[in-house]
């Protein structure tokens, strides 16, 4: 059985035990986290919401906080003088998928 929940505003496939990187959470390491938004639920039958299935909830519980690697973003013109350099590094949060209530 999987669930397709949406997230802070991205959508990521959740079973039962799986880790999901999710952009970070406010939240301590072993907190728990509900997540309403659940968007299919696949079983025995697929049920689909419009836009959300109403009762269904999945509870995850916070693994752990990092940062990605960095990206750097260089803007360049030739001939014109100008260059710009910006790095930047995005902070996730480990969840591990508890329990889903269908």
Request: proline share 3%; no cysteine; net charge positive.
């Amino acid at each position: 059985m999987y669930v397709l929940v949406e997230f802070k505003g991205k959508q990521y496939k959740a079973e039962k035990g799986a880790l999901l990187k999710v952009d970070k959470i406010d939240a301590e390491p072993g907190a728990s986290v509900n997540i309403d938004t659940v968007l299919l639920v696949s079983g025995d039958s697929v049920k689909v919401g419009s836009p959300y299935i109403e009762g269904a909830r999945v509870s995850a519980v916070v693994e752990s906080h990092g940062k990605d690697g960095k990206i750097i973003v260089f803007k360049y013109k030739p001939k014109k003088d100008y260059r710009r350099k910006q790095g930047h590094r995005q902070q996730y949060s480990i969840i591990r998928i508890a329990e889903i209530s269908a």
